[in-house]
């Protein structure tokens, strides 16, 4: 079974600072992670995928995560955060065999201060 | 390339009704897959088709349902509608399944 635990559901920076947002998961098989983003009133908007190739995935908008099979964890990142990344991102799981099934963690709301 | 489109955007409805949302994948997708979100239980997969199949099906009671055509439209329905079911239901639509899902903007359902 497959499971995401997000660290934090409200993380708040300066704008031009570091953005971290954690992301654990479990899966009893190798694992595709994804991350996405939500701003209010839409759907979901993919920001990167991880799906065995390169442990270091590079993504949409500056954003990069990276694999870390020993400490299963796949925490995004963002050198220097903008006020517009202002919104809700969420860490999903899927298994290779589970077709589209995503399992998804809480989520952690991004606030951007000036 | 058009995106996922979902319809309606807003529905209200009244409890012990029932109701159809629809979603209309991206041009060649064949897998759509059904969320629910709430702010107390999250995201949660509904189920998913593929080729007009049900492959996958999440924890929800039988009153969650869903079909797709041939032409990879998919519907969800809902019947006897609870206060509980007041959510957000996002479809999301993918080549294989595997690969990753493309999501519409949601139907918000709302329930009195």
């Known amino acids: 079974a497959q499971s995401v635990t997000q660290l934090g559901s409200h993380v708040s920076v300066s704008e031009g600072a570091l953005v971290l947002l954690r992301c654990n998961y479990s899966s009893s098989v190798p694992p595709y992670l994804f991350w996405y983003v939500q701003y209010p009133n839409q759907g979901l908007q993919l920001l990167l995928k991880?799906?065995?190739?390169?442990?270091l995935v590079k993504g949409i908008n500056g954003f990069e995560a990276e694999f870390k099979k020993s400490e299963t964890s796949f925490h995004l990142t963002k050198p220097s955060a903008h006020m517009s990344d202002a919104a809700e991102y969420f860490c999903a799981v899927s298994a290779g065999n589970q077709g589209g099934k995503l399992i998804f963690g809480q989520g952690t709301e991004l606030s951007v201060k000036p | 390339k058009a995106g996922v489109t979902q319809t309606p955007r807003y529905l209200i409805k009244t409890r012990g009704q029932q109701v159809t949302l629809s979603c209309s994948p991206i041009?060649?997708?064949?897998?759509v897959s059904w969320y629910q979100q709430t702010p107390g239980q999250g995201l949660q997969f509904l189920f998913e088709?593929?080729?007009?199949?049900?492959?996958n099906k999440g924890n929800f009671p039988g009153r969650f349902s869903g079909r797709q055509f041939s032409n990879s439209r998919s519907e969800m329905n809902v019947s006897t509608l609870e206060l509980g079911d007041s959510a957000l239901y996002l479809c999301?639509?993918?080549?294989?399944?595997?690969?990753?899902?493309?999501f519409g903007d949601g139907t918000r359902l709302s329930i009195l």
């Open positions: 041009s060649g997708h064949r897998s």
């Open positions: 999301a639509s993918s080549l294989e399944g595997t690969q990753p899902q493309h």
């Open positions: 088709y593929f080729s007009e199949t049900q492959r």
């Open positions: 991880y799906t065995s190739a390169a442990t």
